[in-house]
């Protein structure tokens, strides 16, 4: 690691920002794939473009898709999948468990593989999963690289998953059930479920866009197959990846205005205005626009975080900062993300002078002073920002890495600046 790499993480005090957010990468990806297995064309409206979402196109262009860009939007159309074909998964945990699936509607071989961090990331689930429905997968270690042998269709009906580790093992096989020939009755039989609420998400996908598909409990799933329809589908702004900037204004004790909040969401992000709200912030949501004002004084928080991991890195940053201990828990399967994120964020705040422990299923942060110094990003998008974060107001932070945004937020070091006023 050279000091060219390190990004000197900004100060500022009571700032004053408008923040406009990129669409959302999770629902992007989603309607992506719905897209490519639809029965007419697709305009995806404000479609978030990064790493994530370019790696996908990418992928299902290997498959036959055809893609254009139509200024804001992009054109998606539909065409018979075929192989053979070579997937490059990177980074992007919804490439390598919702394209697989697909694969299984294709005629031919497609590989996959990605970055090496990609391989050390939980795919045994998908794989016995492929097997189970009877796909032949070839794979040395159950996890990524493997291939699979599409044989044109997959007859569907009832499975059973372990899908303890990811969520998105669930929304792979759910986005292309209406495509099997029975559908897909599907039911988790681990012990725990984390972020529940993004299997609600690609349910309503599928449902807005005429699939009959419904939660039979909070176990178990059902789609039937059917027609996928097209039309036109507008992506809604990214809010797990407002975290950052909500943050700025606790911990700055400023105000940040947030345009395009939606009224109603399957997002997570939005879990974002009552966590915050038990941290000491002042949040209003009006005609559409999120407005977030601090105090310059955080709460600790004792939190459940097992429906919106993804925010944890954010909520970690803001308890390092804090008045008061804090205790997030539920988050045990963010060993498995672009990084061993507890592990990770243990160490970095003890790095700058903190005092955070590990737990099994999360991380306790006791607030001590922060010193300056080179806080590591791991390649994970959510571990740059959150030094951002702590870089605010700790003179002397560096942050590794910060491009590795690009994943899911390509362009944050500008809109940071640009918050703060020093463009």
């Not at 060993?335 to 903190?354: F, K, M, Q, S």
């Not at 080179?374 to 740059?384: E, F, Q």
Request: proline share 6%.
């Amino acid at each position: 690691m050279t000091a060219s790499r390190n990004w000197p993480a900004p100060g500022a005090e009571k700032i004053r920002a408008t923040v406009s957010l990129p669409g959302s990468k999770s629902l992007t990806n989603r309607e992506l794939v719905l897209s490519a297995i639809a029965d007419e064309p697709t305009e995806l409206i404000s479609p978030l473009v990064s790493r994530d979402t370019e790696l996908m196109i990418a992928s299902l262009e290997a498959l036959g898709t055809k893609f254009t860009w139509q200024g804001q939007g992009l054109l998606v159309r539909p065409e018979m999948l075929s192989g053979p074909a070579s997937i490059d998964c990177g980074l992007a945990g919804t490439v390598m468990r919702f394209v697989p699936p697909l694969a299984m509607l294709v005629n031919g071989e497609v590989s996959f593989d990605g970055d090496a961090g990609a391989r050390l990331r939980p795919m045994k689930t998908t794989i016995e999963s492929l097997r189970a429905l009877g796909a032949e997968v070839t794979s040395n270690t159950e996890s990524l690289p493997f291939s699979v042998a599409g044989k044109g269709s997959v007859p569907g009906g009832e499975q059973t998953i372990d899908a303890s580790a990811s969520s998105q093992f669930i929304s792979g096989l759910l986005l292309s059930a209406a495509r099997f020939d029975q559908g897909l009755t599907l039911t988790h039989i681990g012990q725990g479920l984390p972020s529940l609420p993004h299997i609600e998400m690609t349910l309503e996908t599928l449902r807005a866009r005429g699939v009959v598909a419904t939660a039979i409990d909070n176990s178990s799933w059902k789609v039937q197959p059917g027609a996928i329809s097209g039309g036109k589908v507008v992506i809604e702004p990214d809010l797990s990846n407002a975290g950052p900037f909500l943050a700025a204004a606790m911990v700055t004790g400023g105000t940040v205005q947030i345009p395009n909040w939606p009224g109603t969401t399957t997002q997570v992000g939005d879990q974002y205005r009552q966590i915050l709200t038990r941290m000491g912030a002042h949040i209003e949501v009006t005609d559409g626009v999120l407005v977030i004002s601090g105090t310059e004084e955080i709460q600790g928080i004792d939190a459940d975080l097992s429906e919106a991991g993804e925010l944890a890195p954010t909520i970690a940053a803001l308890s390092a900062l804090a008045i008061s201990p804090s205790k997030l828990t539920g988050i045990g399967h963010l060993r498995g993300h672009e990084t061993d994120r507890l592990a990770a964020l243990v160490a970095e705040i003890n790095n700058l002078g903190g005092n955070a422990k590990e737990l099994a299923d999360g991380i306790q942060i006791t607030p001590k002073p922060l010193h300056g110094g080179v806080w590591h990003s791991y390649h994970d998008h959510r571990m740059a920002t959150s030094g951002a974060i702590i870089g605010l107001v700790t003179k002397g932070v560096e942050v590794e890495n910060i491009e590795t945004t690009a994943k899911t937020m390509p362009g944050f070091s500008k809109m940071w600046l640009e918050m703060l006023g020093q463009k």
